[in-house]
């Protein structure tokens, strides 16, 4: 039997810490456990964020389930994440993405593990007010920090059987600091022959994960684009509510969700505790218990399609009910304001306008950017100049460039007749106006 401490933080954090620790004993982990509150509530109750018993018992058990602490925003104590990640030296931050069948999403096909380096960057939060005008903010980087955090994602990507993995940094402007962290990368590299390695820069990394999500396999970054990045790729899987994480070191381990406390929600019981169930699962591998995390997981995939089974055939009705208008004038509600960028214009540099019968309304669709320019017999490569989409006019379909993506929008909302489709290909150099296939 293994003892671990758990923290019950603020906000949410106890209603879902009581739902994972029933999961657990309904699966029978075999786990003794030694539960304190913490956070704000606990300071303003007792005047310390973590009481000393706390701190002694994670000493102790060297095991940590944590729920959502509150972190105020521009004032107050700094986080007691950045505190207990700090305090333990719980350098390698791992967040694992990826698809589940019973969770749709535009993007089936994802399966990321992000190692963010965890002790030091701009977290190190030192800053300091030159003048009333200006802030200065220090961003450390160092060659140990660097060296143990890729070396943990080379490792982790041998281990698991994974193909590649992706440095991400801002080398091209930070010469220095992210210019160390990726010459480091490189010289590590060499030392994992059958692992494939690349680097990107953080902004085309962001671009690249929302058209080509399955380009990707672990990537490795310091502490600031890995707290981004690792929250853009639960998004690719439906959410914060999906993205489970854990914080090691070489002693300690300290497992998390990493959505926030949500206070407007606490005590009404709807929040969904998958994450955090997900993190403990983590947590269970990570002391061997595997067939006790595969057992929750299971189960729970088998509820969520059940779940699905039942939306499935309300889509249905919907597509019966909107068969009847197809090559209709559009109409306002057809697209609506809050559709998704994807369902406009999905990964791919050529699109155009049509009825998504499975959706019920006018969607797009697309050719690859690649089997476009290769009809011209251009190699344009996939995603750098953007989309561009046909676009119905009054008359003819008009030419609208990625720079004017609401244009599209509104054009659908006003009504406008489709034309048979006209898929559009974007030009080879940039500002080169867009030629019909």
């Known amino acids: 039997m293994k003892t671990i401490t758990v923290f019950k933080g603020d906000g949410i954090g106890p209603e879902i810490t009581d739902a994972v620790l029933d999961i657990l004993k309904a699966a029978k982990a ?44 521009g004032k107050g104590f700094r986080s007691l994440n950045v505190t ?53 903010a220090i961003k450390l ?32 402007i930070l010469k220095m600091s992210d210019g160390m962290f990726l010459d480091i990368f490189r010289e590590i590299a060499k030392e ?10 953080v902004d085309n990394t962001c671009m690249q994960l929302v058209m080509y999500p399955e380009n990707f ?43 926030g406390s949500a206070p407007d929600i606490a005590g009404k019981h709807i929040a969904n505790p998958t994450a955090f169930l997900w993190s403990a699962c983590m947590m269970l591998e990570y002391i061997g218990e595997t067939d006790v995390a595969a057992n929750i997981r299971k189960a729970v995939d088998a509820c969520w399609r059940k779940t699905n089974a039942s939306r499935r055939t309300s ?36 699109c155009y306008l049509d009825f998504d019968e499975e959706k019920g309304r006018y969607a797009a669709e697309h050719i690859p950017a690649q089997k476009s320019a290769d009809a011209e017999g251009q190699g344009a490569h996939d995603g750098i100049f953007g989309i561009n989409a046909a676009v119905p006019g009054p008359q003819q379909p008009d030419d609208v460039h990625d720079d004017n993506l609401m244009d599209v929008i509104h054009a659908v909302r006003q009504g406008r007749q489709l034309p048979s489709p006209r898929p559009v290909r974007i030009g080879k150099t940039a500002g080169t106006r867009p030629s019909a296939l």
């Open 315 to 350: 889509a249905a009705r919907l597509r019966r009910r909107n068969t009847a208008t197809r090559h209709r004038p559009l109409k306002t509600n057809n697209i609506h304001e809050k559709t998704a960028p994807w369902e406009i214009f999905p990964r791919g540099c050529s």
């Open 84 to 136: 207990l990640r700090n305090k333990y030296d719980l350098y390698a931050n791992i967040r694992p993405a990826k698809s589940n069948a019973a969770v749709p999403t535009p993007f089936p096909n994802v399966d990321i593990v992000t190692f963010r380096e965890n002790t030091e960057d701009l977290y190190i939060g030192v800053e300091y007010k030159m003048n009333d005008d200006t802030v200065q």
């Open 141 to 172: 980087i160092t060659r140990k920090a660097s060296e143990r955090i890729i070396r943990a994602a080379f490792d982790y990507a041998v281990a698991n059987g994974r193909k590649k993995v992706t440095c991400v940094h801002k080398a091209n």
């Open 217 to 259: 396999d672990v990537m490795v970054m310091p502490n600031l684009y890995g707290d981004i990045v690792s929250d853009l790729t639960s998004g690719l899987i439906g959410g914060l509510g999906l993205l489970p994480s854990m914080n090691v070191g070489d002693d300690f381990a300290m497992f998390e969700a990493v959505h």
């Open 192 to 201: 994992y022959q059958q692992i494939e390695s690349d680097d990107k820069i």
């Open 30 to 73: 075999p786990l003794e456990y030694e539960i304190f509150n913490v956070g704000a509530a606990e300071y303003e109750k007792n005047g310390a964020l973590i009481p000393d018993a706390a701190f002694a018992s994670f000493e102790k058990t060297r095991v940590l389930l944590k729920s959502p602490i509150t972190t105020p925003v």
